[in-house]
């Protein structure tokens, strides 16, 4: 018999559900019923997701300026406020714990009407627009870099660090090896959904101008769109490198852990699962982010000496090329790197996240858990 249930929301987006399904193992490990409120768009995550029921709500994002479309997008929401209260009766939640995305709001809303205890968790440096807009309801807000200061958000802020799942962990446990002389170097290289282009038209421009030597050594796993990958299979093999390939890995975390360097774009969950893997990394923040978030992540890492940060503007393929040729011919810097990314990994996020969400859902304030053992 579990203890009771938990509510998970999450926005459809590997960013907003890989912190939860790591939240979601943890408590289950616990002896909780987890469920989770999400979008349509989860449905190529949902099948890994361990929730005893998952629960599609309507949203809509508010970014138009368009009269008739924001009224539209009000609508639904409310409409998901409506279905979310339904379900919350139904399975009568402890908590509700949301992480971001629009698709948390008619949850986390509903929730804090039926006077339900509820957290959210921020991923990133700078709090989400849908984080925003419920921080002032909810009882308390987790950050993956958020600090606890004095301000109205602060107050009820506890800097957990972000949820990595199992599998993160697991490939935590190998440690790094660098490539030295004419061993195979294995390059990882990834953009999310919506970055990827930019490594698509770049990378193999870089890699031509590599030397002969160091081509030889390249082993590249490199996630592209659907619609590029042809070509830049293509444009691989014609310059004879080993490559892979794809739109999507579902072992994203071994292939981390396997790679000499990561060249990546900078969302919360890609910088975390870095760290606590602790691989050295190129990072290019994703330029349009609405709220240049990916590039205060990838100063966390930065800072510590575990990456590097790379403006996309000042990346062009000859730049690329002299980077990655330099760091390939310097194993020991490689080395140093993957060490200090390791040593700003918070692989114990999931367990403090869980005892916060404990907390929240036994009513205790955030001033009550911050008294207690936690930071």
Known sequence: MARGVILLAAGGTGGHLFPAEALAHELIERGWAVHLATDTRAERFAARFPA????????????????????????????????????????????????????????????????????????????????????????????????????????????????????????ARTPYVASIGDEPFRLLVFGGSQGAQFFSDAMPGAVALLSDAQRRRLVITQQARADDVARVKAAYAALGVAVEVSPFFTDMAARIAAAHLVISRSGASTVSEIAVIG?????????????????????????????????????????????????????????????????????DAARLLADLTEAIASRKTVSDFRKGTHP
């Open 52 to 171: 005893a029921a998952v629960h599609p709500i309507q949203s809509a994002t508010l970014g138009s300026k368009n009269p008739f479309t924001l009224l539209g997008a009000f609508w639904k929401i409310w409409s998901g406020v409506r279905q979310a209260s339904a379900i919350i009766g139904r399975i009568k939640p402890e908590a509700v714990v949301g992480f971001g995305g629009y698709p948390t709001l008619p949850p986390l809303y509903a929730a804090t009407r039926r006077k339900v205890p509820t957290l959210i968790h921020e991923q990133n440096a700078v709090m989400g627009r849908a984080n925003r807009a419920l921080s002032g309801r909810v009882d308390a807000i987790a950050g993956g870099f958020l600090p606890q200061d004095e301000s109205a958000a602060g107050a009820k802020t506890v800097t957990t660090g972000n949820p990595v799942r199992p599998a993160v962990l697991e490939a």
């Open 279 to 347: 691989r050295p990394a190129l990072l290019v923040p994703y330029p349009f982010a609405l709220d240049h978030d990916q590039a205060a992540n990838a100063a966390a890492l930065a800072a510590a000496g575990g990456g590097e940060v790379h403006v996309q503007s000042s990346l062009s393929s000859e730049r690329i090329a002299a980077l990655l040729g330099a760091l390939m011919d310097q194993p020991e810097r490689l080395a140093t790197m993957a060490a200090a990314a390791k040593s700003v990994g918070r692989p």
